[in-house]
C-alpha cells in the first residue's frame, strides 16, 4: 500500500524547478516508465507543487522518513488548509499523511485521507487511481465490503485496468458479500485468462460451493490435478471432499491414497476421519474387504479409539475373532466415549 520513499523524493525533486541540462531528459524517462493506467479516461493533470508550499511538502517527506506518523499527519492537515494549496499540494499530502495512517492500523483515518486525496483531484493518473484503490483495500479492511465495491468498480471504470489482481480483488468483494453466483462467475473469467493463477483457481472452487454449484467446483478442482497445480493437503481435500459429496468413493480413494504416498496429505485425525467416511460407505455397500482396509488406515492416525472399535465390530462380523479382539484392545487403548462395545467384543 505504501509508495516508495524513494519515489516520493524523487517526485518533490522533479518539481523543485531545477533546470536539466538536456530538455528532453524529462520525456526520455517518462517513456521508459510506461504508465500504470494507459488507457484511463482522466485526463492527468500537471501533478506541480505550488513554489511556495515545496519545502513544506519536503519537510512532509522527511516527517515520513522519519517514522514520525503522527507529525505527518498533522503536517498534512496543516498544509491543506493553506490559502495557497494547490489541488496537487493537498492531494499530496493527503496522500501520504493516508499511508502514515495505514502505517498505524488507523483505517478509519486511512480511508479519510485518502478519499480527500481523491476529492483534491491532483495527482497524475498513476498515483490518483493507485490511491483509489488502496481506498478500496481500507474499505475491505474496515468490513466495507459495499463501499469498496463501489470503489473499485468506479477504479476500474474509470481506469480501465486489465490487470488480474484488480478484477480478483473485486471477485473477493463479491463473495464477501455473499454474492457467490456473480463471484464464482468473476473467478471463472479470471482463471479463463489466467489458467495458472492457484489462488484465483482455490476461491473460484469456494464460491461454486458456497453457491451450491459442486459439480462446477469438481471440475475446476479435477482439471487442476490433473495438471498437477493441486499440491497442498487443504486443496487436495477439497477435491476428494467434492468426489465424495458427488458419491464418487473410488476417485476420492484414490486421491488420497496418492496424497498420503506423496506425503502431501498429513497424517492426521482430520484424514482418520475422512477415512471412516469412505469405510462406512464401503460397509453399506457391503465391500467390506475395503472397509475393513480403510478402518485399519484411520485407527493409527485417530485422535481415539473410535476407528479402531468400528474396525473391531467389522472383523466380527467377518468372522476374524482374533483379529476383531486385537483390534478392539486399540480402541481401548486409545480411548472410547463408551467402552463397553470393545469390552464385549474382547470377553466372547
Known amino acids: 500500500m505504501h509508495d516508495k520513499r524513494a519515489q516520493r523524493l524523487a517526485q518533490i525533486r522533479g518539481e523543485s524547478g531545477a533546470k536539466s541540462n538536456d530538455k528532453n531528459d524529462k520525456k526520455a524517462n517518462e517513456e521508459k516508465k510506461p504508465a500504470l493506467y494507459p488507457n484511463a479516461t482522466r485526463v492527468s493533470p500537471e501533478a506541480q507543487a505550488t513554489g511556495k508550499l515545496l519545502k513544506q511538502l519536503q519537510g512532509l517527506q522527511e516527517l515520513y522518513g522519519k517514522q514520525d506518523m503522527a507529525g505527518v499527519m498533522a503536517k498534512a492537515d496543516e498544509i491543506a488548509a493553506m490559502p495557497t494549496a494547490s489541488n496537487y499540494d493537498k492531494s499530496f499530502a493527503y496522500s501520504l499523511a493516508a499511508n502514515a495512517a495505514a502505517d498505524q492500523d488507523n483505517q478509519a483515518k486511512a480511508a479519510d485521507y485518502f478519499r480527500k486525496a481523491l476529492d483534491s483531484n491532483g495527482l497524475d493518473n498513476d498515483s490518483h487511481y493507485t490511491t483509489m484503490f488502496n481506498l478500496a483495500v481500507i474499505q475491505y479492511q474496515q468490513d466495507k465490503y459495499q463501499d469498496a465495491l463501489a470503489t473499485i468498480d468506479r477504479f476500474l471504470a474509470e481506469s480501465k485496468s486489465e490487470k488480474p489482481e484488480h478484477f480478483s480483488f473485486r471477485a473477493d468483494l463479491l463473495a464477501n458479500l455473499g454474492r457467490n453466483d456473480e463471484a464464482a462467475a468473476a473467478y471463472k473469467a479470471l482463471i479463463?485468462?489466467?489458467?495458472?493463477?492457484?489462488?484465483?483457481?482455490?476461491?473460484?472452487?469456494?464460491?461454486?460451493?458456497?453457491?451450491?454449484?459442486?459439480?462446477?467446483?469438481?471440475?475446476?478442482?479435477?482439471?487442476?490435478?490433473?495438471?498437477?497445480?493441486?499440491?497442498?493437503?487443504?486443496?487436495?481435500?477439497?477435491?476428494?471432499?467434492?468426489?465424495?459429496?458427488?458419491?464418487?468413493?473410488?476417485?476420492?480413494?484414490?486421491?488420497?491414497?496418492?496424497?498420503?504416498?506423496?506425503?502431501?496429505?498429513?497424517?492426521?485425525?482430520?484424514?482418520?476421519?475422512?477415512?471412516?467416511?469412505?469405510?462406512?460407505?464401503?460397509?453399506?455397500?457391503?465391500?467390506?474387504?475395503?472397509?475393513?482396509?480403510?478402518?485399519?488406515?484411520?485407527?493409527?492416525?485417530?485422535?481415539?479409539?473410535?476407528?479402531?472399535?468400528?474396525?473391531?465390530?467389522?472383523?466380527?462380523?467377518?468372522?476374524?475373532?482374533?483379529?476383531?479382539?486385537?483390534?478392539?484392545?486399540?480402541?481401548?487403548?486409545?480411548?472410547?466415549?463408551?467402552p463397553e462395545e470393545a469390552k464385549d467384543i474382547l470377553t466372547r
Open 192 to 338: 479463463a485468462k489466467n489458467p495458472d493463477d492457484k489462488r484465483v483457481l482455490m476461491n473460484a472452487v469456494a464460491a461454486l460451493q458456497a453457491a451450491d454449484k459442486f459439480d462446477q467446483a469438481n471440475v475446476l478442482l479435477e482439471a487442476a490435478y490433473k495438471r498437477g497445480m493441486l499440491t497442498d493437503g487443504k486443496e487436495l481435500r477439497a477435491l476428494y471432499v467434492g468426489y465424495m459429496n458427488a458419491n464418487r468413493w473410488n476417485d476420492a480413494r484414490a486421491v488420497m491414497e496418492a496424497g498420503s504416498s506423496k506425503g502431501i496429505l498429513d497424517q492426521n485425525p482430520q484424514l482418520a476421519k475422512d477415512y471412516m467416511v469412505l469405510a462406512q460407505n464401503a460397509y453399506a455397500d457391503d465391500k467390506i474387504p475395503l472397509a475393513i482396509e480403510m478402518y485399519t488406515k484411520a485407527g493409527p492416525i485417530a485422535d481415539d479409539g473410535e476407528a479402531y472399535l468400528n474396525l473391531a465390530k467389522v472383523l466380527d462380523y467377518s468372522g476374524k475373532k482374533a483379529e476383531a479382539k486385537a483390534a478392539a484392545q486399540k480402541a481401548l487403548d486409545k480411548g472410547l466415549k463408551k
